[in-house]
């Protein structure tokens, strides 16, 4: 019995990992003993594939980091608001006092827009500034040490989270889906080459039939899902070229008669460079040839209100 070909590699990953999953499923289910060898070596490449599939999207302790700054972001405003407070006061040599503390805080600017990491730093020395001698003069006359006690807690306790989530998280570039791929398609290379000998030399083996007939079924399926795909996005592909000439249309004429050109002369290729309204298409010349000898081709570009220009 002929064994269907499957080419994986126009699978996508997921697509690829299922189609191995079902293979390793059937040719298990057959129990046939002489496939058990090869089938290790599929199966521990499977295995290493599927990790490298099922990395989290999201970095682990991202809710909590994002519940921790917002908290030493509030500590923070708690005393910025205890220090503009004071600067109101009353009293001269607590305004005085104030004034010398909001200095210190001007130092660091835009704390609160830092990202994480410069902001940890920043709050750090700030904290660190506080606690020298001729602050903390200040920081005692206002009582606001219990607020820079606060933001300095806070900042460690996300400081803390934020180091712990880096030595646990798995770095880029770990895994090499692409290697990873051809290791797996190797090893069922292995398998479908061993039930193919099976099929020459044994074609009695008692359940190979049914395996190689739900094999041909898998890799029919298969077929079908990337014809679907390939006509989808070949009729996407028609549906954008079409609605490109439609825009440039209008602008044709014009353009033939900047570029001293016959009328009718100018054609859309179909391609394309660039994104939105910075989207460059090529136009073909009628009659026209370059010096290679190849039809003389102008790049475009499409204003607001649709004028064609050539691109130089």
Not at 134 to 144: D, F, G, Y
Request: proline share 3%.
């Amino acid at each position: 019995m002929k064994i269907r070909n499957q080419n994986t590699y126009r699978l996508q990953h997921m697509e690829h990992y299922q189609f191995v999953n079902h293979v390793l499923t059937i040719c298990k289910e057959a129990k046939i003993e002489k496939l058990d060898a090869v089938l290790v070596a599929l199966q521990k490449a499977f295995e290493k594939e599927d990790l490298s599939l099922n990395l989290p999207r999201k970095e682990e302790g991202t809710k909590e980091l994002r519940e921790l700054d917002k908290e030493r972001s509030n500590a923070y405003r708690a005393l910025i608001f205890a220090v503009k407070l004071n600067q109101n006061s009353e009293v001269k040599t607590n305004r005085d006092a104030a004034e010398k503390l909001s200095e210190v805080i001007s130092r660091y600017p835009k704390l609160l827009k830092a990202n994480y990491d410069k902001k940890s730093g920043m709050i750090k020395n700030l904290v660190t500034d506080f606690s020298e001698t001729e602050t903390l003069e200040h920081v005692k006359l206002l009582k606001i040490k219990p607020y820079i006690d606060r933001l300095s807690n806070a900042n460690k306790t996300f400081d803390e989270l934020y180091c712990s989530r880096l030595k646990s998280s798995i770095p880029t570039g770990t895994f090499d889906v692409k290697a990873l791929r051809a290791e797996t398609d190797a090893a069922l290379n292995d398998v479908l080459r061993r039930i193919d000998s099976l099929d020459d030399l044994e074609p009695e083996t008692p359940n190979l039939a049914e395996l190689i007939k739900h094999y041909n079924a898998l890799v029919e399926k298969k077929h079908f899902t990337l014809s679907h795909r390939a006509g989808t996005s070949q009729t996407a592909r028609k549906k954008r070229t079409a609605g490109y000439a439609a825009l440039l249309q209008p602008g044709f004429a014009q353009l033939e008669e900047s570029l001293d050109l016959p009328s009718k002369t100018l054609s859309f290729t179909g391609k394309t460079k660039g994104t939105g309204a910075k989207r460059n298409y090529q136009l073909a010349i009628k009659g026209q040839t370059g010096l290679d000898g190849k039809p003389r081709m102008v790049w475009v570009i499409v204003d607001k209100n649709g004028k064609l220009s050539e691109v130089k």
